[in-house]
């Protein structure tokens, strides 16, 4: 499954942007699927995850509240709402789909996208 993500940009803070992320096939829909980001200089970063039904969400305490995940099956496409943007907000954010829930962890996915750089003007 190939994932192509979209919707980065520049934002100031406070301001709010939707990630987009599509998958190549139908079987995205089988796939549990997740959000991470890396900031320069950090580690890749957990942000939020969704079952393959879209049934149940999880997200890392850094994000909750602010972030939300969901998913459209018939679209082949999942997103990340985000809200409330901060300037350490600012990284790379990657999509990524994986066979168990909720998975923290990067080896735990099986495929990834490209990335969509966020910056957030302070």
């Known amino acids: 499954v190939q994932l192509q993500a979209s919707g980065g940009g520049l934002v100031q803070t406070g301001g709010s942007l939707r990630l987009s992320c599509a998958a190549s096939?139908?079987?995205?829909?089988?796939?549990?699927m997740g959000w991470f980001r890396q900031a320069p200089g950090k580690e890749r970063e957990f942000l939020a995850a969704?079952?393959?039904?879209?049934?149940?969400?999880y997200y890392a305490d850094s994000v909750k509240g602010r972030f939300t995940i969901s998913r459209d099956n018939a679209k082949n496409t999942v997103y990340l709402q985000m809200n409330t943007l901060k300037p350490e907000d600012t990284a790379v954010y990657y999509c990524?789909?994986?066979?168990?829930?909720?998975?923290?962890?990067?080896?735990?996915?099986?495929?990834w996208g490209q990335g969509t750089l966020v910056t957030v003007s302070s």
């Open positions: 096939r139908r079987t995205f829909a089988s796939y549990n």
């Open positions: 990524a789909g994986a066979r168990t829930y909720p998975a923290t962890a990067q080896p735990d996915y099986a495929f």
């Open positions: 969704i079952k393959w039904s879209g049934s149940s969400t």
